[in-house]
């Protein structure tokens, strides 16, 4: 009797195709769920922020807190009245 070899290597071959698109289909499905959709500029964003306050910071502010006799002197006291009350 003359064995049918067609229907062996078809086997073995629909088998080998099924294995590799199962394994696709795992692989496309894994990483779609690993992708995240957030942009990397809002993940920044949303990073929680460090609730400690540096003196660095502070000292700077203070720094910039204070104005020169300059400064003060070139401020209009009546131009900024006047701007105050059209608003």
């Not at 078809?10 to 088998?15: E, K, Q, R, V």
């Not at 990483?31 to 942009?39: A, E, L």
Request: hydrophobic share 45%; aromatic share 10%; charged share 25%.
């Amino acid at each position: 009797m003359k064995e049918f070899k067609l229907g062996k290597n078809a086997l073995i071959f629909s088998i080998l195709t099924l294995f590799t698109a199962l394994t696709w289909i795992a692989v496309e499905v894994y990483f779609t769920f690993k992708k995240t959709t957030i942009p990397k500029v809002t993940q920044e964003q949303m990073a929680p922020l460090d609730p400690k306050i540096k003196k660095e910071v502070i000292e700077a502010l203070k720094e910039n807190l204070w104005f020169s006799e300059e400064e003060l002197n070139s401020i209009s006291i009546s131009e900024a009245t006047e701007s105050a009350q059209q608003r």
